[in-house]
């Protein structure tokens, strides 16, 4: 099983920006749709965004788009999720995931331990 380390998260004011890097082991990175997800206090994890390998395709979510950028570096195993324009309602423990196959929002098998990051205003 792929193992995931997310890190970055952090307090920042709202407007601000954030990259969040998870760090991916055990199994092949390039082998994997790599997706991103948030759980905000008192709700459901959200899915954010997600990569694939494969002629560098990319998918966001409505209420995210043009604020976020997720990309991958294969040389050191690791994707990451850039945050612009931070808004309160961003707060939230973040998590990345791994999928052996298909990148829709209930592919995802593998999952790290998040990281947290908290918009003040």
């Known amino acids: 099983q792929v193992q995931l380390v997310e890190s970055g998260g952090e307090l920042v004011q709202a407007g601000g920006s954030l990259r969040l890097s998870c760090a991916v082991s055990g199994r092949t990175f390039s082998s994997y749709a790599m997706g991103w997800f948030r759980q905000a206090p008192g709700k459901e994890r959200e899915f954010v965004g997600a990569i694939r390998w494969s002629g560098g395709r990319i998918y966001y979510v409505d209420s995210v788009k043009g604020r976020i950028t997720i990309s991958g570096d294969n040389a050191k195993n690791t994707v990451y999720l850039q945050m612009n324009r931070l808004k309160r309602e961003d707060t939230a423990v973040y998590y990345c995931?791994?999928?052996?196959?298909?990148?829709?929002?209930?592919?995802?098998?593998?999952w790290g331990q998040g990281t947290q990051v908290t918009v003040a205003t």
């Open positions: 995931a791994a999928a052996s196959t298909g990148w829709g929002a209930s592919d995802y098998k593998c």
